[in-house]
């Protein structure tokens, strides 16, 4: 099947087209599979048929106007065509337009309002529109950016967001964060257009935090106010994913792998981190068109450890993503939908409001129930509790490890380490079970510490010290006794102490010491109990691990078992077919002569075919000799002159904008262009030496006509003014050299934004003229700025 491609509707004027984007409903864009090529004089041969076999997108041109074929062609196929690499470096995309209801081909009408809203935006983009099928726009791959970016701002949807958004290649070193970033983080203020919005709450665990780890994983729990959204779906900002560097770490970038908000088509924007005076603030500047600046202050009321010790656990699973990152006291965990496989990630609109409209509500606010974020606190080791949830309120128990709370039941969850596997699985109180892989691990939340025994030597003092108080009571006893007996009694008393005390006595004392050691006994007996209770947890925990060690082992080695008797009964088989008759295998080789014998035959076919292809390819080329032989001897100008056109850019290197400009120019003003010979690599910027030598021929045909009408003032009046210069043309002799593709080189060489595009058409003819003529901008971090300085000065 071939389709043919519709040329652009003729724009209307500039208040209708306006008018007509405005009217213009919301519409579904969807990007192609692979890159599409354009080949103009097409010799469409046999791998034409190929084409149409095997490339998902074909279409095929030829009108009495263009006698010439032109073919739009997947890429790959192209390749394997051997066509030129010149046409094959120029790659195109795809995009097939649709309603969201209703009769899903689009009327011309609103097709060419949907162009003039690229246009706008500076693309031109390229129209198809098959017959009985949808319509396609053409956009070159360098502009696909730009375009998706002006589509989802004009209030449409485009997806695969991985086809169209370009994404940052990934460095081959690992990423190391300096040091002073990394910790918890809590966001001060946010400076954006000009306003400073405070961004401090009164509770923690409302605030905005951020956890860095080392190896670049990160953590951000951020949230809008519900009076700034229309449902509570819409709130939450946070996202969880790597901090990637450059070699440098001049550029930094955010890799988020689960993300609440959905892609506004937009490239991934740099960032600049600067550490403050004193440590314990750190301001993130984003390289954009906005320049948003952050404050973050350092949180240092960590306890169970630094600041600086994080222990980050990634999800082990294959629907879902997560993290759970430590640090001090504080915890975040963010569980979601990978953005890869979500249709957040996966679409590319203004607003997750929008989504809904373009998806279905259902659809979307089912995903987004999937996904998690908690702010917790480890209140001591072992103890877990969240302070701040998505869907649930705060208070909700984790993790209850303490021994009181294992003997009152399993309603405190429970959690198993496997460090040397990298695996810490986690169940809650309601039964849910997470596996979680280590990615970093310098802090333990998890284990309950041992209680201190005491040693030997202190125990010893402590019996000293108790059976010191119990002798001081006896004396005291013996003295009250003492005063209230008769006097012989007190001699006798008086007699008893200065006597050497009995061996009854003695014999008393001990067996008071006996008492307080047998009470220490079981004390250290009871201590040692819970001890071994905890000893026989530990153990039955690592007992049920290494059951499952076990269990996998006795898998893997019922499947070996089963490998080798499936190996065992092919060998069998094997001996089988071996052990048969003899007529069979006779039958084989007479197949396989057969065989051999159609093949030769074949091979001889071919041969004979290929001789009979190269003799009429002679003939071929013999008549195109003769033909070109014919056109030498017939004198035309045209193809000399375009000749000497496309020798003059290839050796001075132009662009295609810059050779369409000098092809628009008289044939005297071209000849008096190419009389200075090429531009050579050392002249500077070709597209710079190639304005000033236009202006300059300029220039000179501008003296020559007003000289000739002076001339001619004597014998006739005036019948026509001097050319003058506007802000969209250049006259020259008469004749008009368009500025616009001299601006689209200036703005490709400088790497400007959209908004330079509409500034400098807005700039009178002498303006532009003196902007474009000065070369190209200093190289500076906002390149905008240095642009508007030079219009300054220009004026």
Request: net charge positive.
């Amino acid at each position: 099947t071939t389709a043919s491609p519709a040329s652009p509707a003729p724009r209307p004027k500039e208040t209708l087209a306006a008018k007509e984007a405005t009217e213009l409903e919301p519409l579904i864009l969807e990007a192609e599979a692979q890159d599409l090529v354009v080949i103009g004089n097409a010799n469409c041969g046999a791998w034409i048929g190929k084409a149409i076999a095997e490339s998902q997108f074909v279409a095929v041109v030829k009108t009495p106007v263009a006698p010439s074929t032109s073919v739009i062609v997947d890429a790959r196929v192209a390749e394997e065509a051997q066509i030129k690499p010149e046409v094959l470096q120029r790659r195109w995309v795809a995009f097939r337009v649709r309603r969201l209801t209703g009769d899903p081909r689009l009327p011309l009408r609103e097709l060419s309002a949907l162009c003039d809203q690229l246009v706008q935006a500076g693309v031109e983009p390229r129209t198809l529109v098959p017959i009985d099928s949808r319509s396609y726009l053409l956009m070159s791959r360098e502009h696909v950016q730009v375009s998706v970016t002006a589509l989802v701002q004009c209030g449409h949807l485009v997806s695969p967001a991985r086809r169209v958004v370009n994404a940052i290649p990934i460095p081959d070193a690992p990423t190391e964060v300096p040091d002073w970033q990394v910790g918890a983080w809590k966001l001060l203020q946010r400076q954006s257009a000009g306003t400073t919005k405070d961004c401090q709450k009164g509770d923690l665990f409302q605030c905005t935090l951020r956890i860095q780890a080392k190896c670049g994983i990160y953590c951000e729990v951020r949230s809008l106010e519900r009076h700034e959204v229309t449902s509570d779906f819409h709130t939450q900002l946070s996202s969880y994913g790597m901090l990637r560097m450059d070699q440098s770490a001049a550029r930094c970038w955010r890799e988020p792998r689960v993300d609440f908000q959905v892609s506004k088509g937009s490239p991934t924007p740099f960032l600049r981190f600067t550490e403050g005076e004193d440590g314990s603030t750190l301001k993130e500047e984003t390289l954009s068109a906005q320049g948003e600046v952050e404050t973050w202050s350092k949180l240092l009321n960590a306890v169970g450890g630094s600041i600086g010790s994080i222990t980050a656990l990634e999800l082990d699973s294959e629907d879902l993503a997560g993290l759970w990152i430590f640090a001090g006291n504080i915890f975040l965990r963010i569980i979601g939908v990978p953005k890869s496989q979500s249709l957040l990630g996966s679409h590319c609109c203004r607003s997750l409001t929008q989504l809904e409209h373009f998806q279905g509500q259902d659809a979307v606010q089912n995903e987004l129930r999937k996904f998690e974020v908690l702010v917790g606190e480890v209140e001591q080791p072992g103890l877990l509790r969240a302070r701040h949830s998505t869907w649930e309120g705060a208070g909700r128990l984790l993790l209850d490890a303490r021994p009181e709370a294992l003997e009152a039941g399993p309603a405190g969850g429970a959690v198993e380490l496997q460090l040397e596997d990298g695996l810490v699985i986690h169940r809650e109180p309601d039964g849910k079970q997470l596996r979680w892989r280590v990615k970093e691990w310098t802090l333990d939340p998890f284990t309950v510490p041992a209680p201190e025994i005491p040693s030997e030597p202190e125990a010893a003092s402590e019996s000293e010290s108790v059976s010191e108080s119990v002798r001081k009571k006896q004396q005291k006893d013996a003295k009250a006794a003492s005063k209230g007996a008769a006097p012989k009694a007190k001699a006798k008393a008086k007699a008893q102490a200065a006597q050497p005390a009995s061996p009854k006595k003695e014999e008393k004392e001990t067996d008071d010491e006996k008492e307080e050691k047998e009470v220490k006994k079981k004390k250290h007996k009871k201590n040692k109990e819970e001890d071994r209770e905890r000893k026989r947890a530990v153990s039955e925990s690592r007992s049920s691990s290494e059951v499952k060690r076990k269990k996998k082992k006795d898998k893997s080695r019922g499947r070996s078992e089963r490998k080798d008797k499936k190996e065992k009964e092919k060998e069998k088989r094997k001996k089988k077919k071996a052990q048969r008759s003899p007529s069979r295998s006779r039958s084989k080789s007479r197949s396989k002569r057969r065989k051999k014998t159609h093949r030769r035959s074949r091979s001889r076919r071919k041969a004979s075919a290929s001789r009979k292809s190269s003799h009429s390819e002679v003939k071929k080329e013999e008549k195109k000799s003769t033909k070109e032989k014919h056109i030498q001897e017939v004198p035309e100008e045209l193809p000399e002159r375009e000749i000497r056109l496309r020798r003059f850019a290839e050796q001075s290197k132009l662009i295609p904008q810059a050779m369409e400009a000098l092809r628009n120019l008289k044939a005297d003003l071209q000849d008096k262009i190419m009389e200075e010979g090429p531009i050579k690599e050392g002249d500077g910027n070709p597209i710079i030496v190639l304005m000033n030598r236009i202006k300059e021929v300029a220039e000179w045909a501008q003296q020559e006509a007003e000289c000739s009408e002076d001339k001619a003032a004597g014998e006739a009046p005036p019948t026509a003014q001097a050319p003058e210069t506007t802000p969209e043309v250049t006259k020259a002799n008469g004749h008009e050299v368009p500025n616009s593709m001299l601006v689209r080189a200036f703005y490709l060489q400088n790497q400007l934004p959209e908004e330079a595009l509409e500034t400098l058409k807005a700039l009178p003819g002498e303006v532009l003229m003196n902007v474009l003529m000065r070369g190209p901008l200093e190289a500076s971090e906002n390149p905008m700025l240095a642009l508007q300085k030079r219009i300054e000065e220009a004026r």
